[in-house]
T-cell receptor, first 115, second 112 residues
Framework: GAVVSQHPSRVICKSGTSVKIECRSL??????MFWYRQFPKQSLMLMATSNEGSKATYEQGVEKDKFLINHASLTLSTLTVTSAHPEDSSFYICSAETGYQETQYFGPGTRLLVL | AQSVTQPDIHITVSEGASLELRCNYS??????LFWYVQSPGQGLQLLLKYFSGDTLVQGIKGFEAEFKRSQSSFNLRKPSVHWSDAAEYFCAVGANDYKLSFGAGTTVTVRA
């Protein structure tokens, strides 16, 4: 149980285009999902907390107009990187919180490369 | 705010040998503590967690961790390492706001 999927697993796009990443909890409902960014050989950096039916809460320094988050249902959250630039290239990981003991389950990640 | 320190950036261990990864946390109250493992290019898999009760926690893949309040530590151990245990290991602490703070991670290399 507690499986989280992400799609796509890998995406290459041109600079200036927008990319949407989906995060789904497959076998449980998640009122809260999280979006992280991970640079090579580094730890996870929390970007934003996504709550179903409400606006996402962004961490300090994260541009909310650049990283649009939508949590339309209890099993789906999306992250859209708008007008992507090469510096946005990174590994993006989502997680979903089960509501029990504050445990988060992570998706497999999405590798974004902006050319 | 809570924080986590993983003092060891990289550990190399022989297959079959024991492994211990250190984790120290800073938090004013009793924390929720987690160990996650990440294989290259993959997401994080939960190994085990401490919420309350017994301070020795058993996890998946033969891992265990011990919560020591007096030392603010939550070290991860495995008696006998397998080559498949080569990965990045993250310790994390949660407060009551559902956010996790991660350590910098420890890379484990297993030599034959």
């Amino acid at each position: 149980g507690a499986v989280v999927s992400q799609h796509p697993s890998r995406v290459i796009c041109k600079s200036g285009t927008s990319v949407k990443i989906e995060c789904r909890s497959l076998d449980f409902q998640a009122t809260t999902m999280f979006w992280y960014r991970q640079f090579p050989k580094q730890s996870l950096m929390l970007m934003a907390t996504s709550n179903e039916g409400s606006k996402a809460t962004y961490e300090q320094g994260v541009e909310k107009d650049k990283f649009l988050i939508n949590h339309a249902s209890l099993t789906l959250s999306t992250l859209t990187v708008t007008s992507a630039h090469p510096e946005d290239s990174s590994f993006y990981i989502c997680s979903a919180e089960t509501g029990y003991q504050e445990t988060q389950y992570f998706g497999p990640g999405t590798r974004l490369l902006v050319l | 705010a809570q924080s986590v320190t993983q003092p060891d950036i990289h550990i190399t261990v022989s297959e079959g040998a024991s492994l211990e990864l250190r984790c120290n946390y800073s938090y004013g109250a009793t924390p929720y503590l987690f160990w996650y493992v990440q294989s290259p290019g993959q997401g994080l898999q939960l190994l085990l967690k401490y919420f309350s009760g017994d301070t020795l926690v058993q996890g998946i893949k033969g891992f265990e961790a011990e919560f020591k309040r007096s030392q603010s530590s939550f070290n991860l151990r495995k008696p006998s390492v397998h080559w498949s245990d080569a990965a990045e290991y993250f310790c994390a602490v949660g407060a009551n706001d559902y956010k996790l703070s991660f350590g910098a991670g420890t890379t484990v290399t297993v030599r034959a």
